[in-house]
């Protein structure tokens, strides 16, 4: 369901996707997304979540900020944890108000034998603009 969810979310996106005009806005948020995690941990993080925000879980949709936090407190508490991405590609709707950006992350931590352990990855994530003009993840996943 989840799947279906986020493939018709971007073929809404790109079928109304201003073609004249790159999505700068949404590739500027991604990367000031990623140098506000790298710089505050979580709190960074957790800055740029709308607060109806979502992720897939293992038994289901995590939804609210609240949840969110509670997944991401335990992630972030991993040892030497880091996680660094880089947008690959974004697209925005005609009218501005949704858009979605992918690309690469890598992503760090040291086990329990402190052993430093990486993972490359991918991600997507699904933006909303704000009444500010700001815009904030309304659904993120990776893997």
């Known amino acids: 369901m ?11 996106v790109s079928m109304c996707r201003a ?3 790159p999505a700068q806005a949404l590739l ?5 997304f990623d140098r506000d995690t790298a710089a505050r941990g979580l709190e960074g993080w957790m800055s740029w979540f709308a607060e109806d925000a979502q992720i897939p879980g293992q038994t289901g949709m995590i939804q609210g900020r609240a949840a969110l936090r509670e997944v991401y407190t335990k992630m972030f508490a991993a040892r030497e944890f ?3 991405w880089w947008p690959v ?8 108000s949704l858009g979605y950006t992918f690309g690469r992350a890598k992503i760090s931590w040291r086990d ?11 991600y997507t994530t699904v933006w909303r603009r704000q009444k500010d003009g700001s815009y904030k993840v ?5 893997g």
């Not at 989840?2 to 073929?11: H, K, W």
């Not at 309304?138 to 990776?142: C, V």
């Open 28 to 32: 500027d948020a991604d990367k000031a």
């Open 82 to 84: 880091s996680i660094h």
């Open 89 to 96: 590609q974004a697209e925005l709707s005609t009218d501005g």
């Open 138 to 142: 309304i659904f993120d996943m990776g």
């Open 19 to 21: 073609q004249d005009r």
């Open 2 to 12: 989840r799947t279906l969810l986020l493939l018709l979310t971007f073929s809404a």
């Open 112 to 122: 329990d034998k402190g052993e430093l352990q990486t993972k490359d990855s991918r």
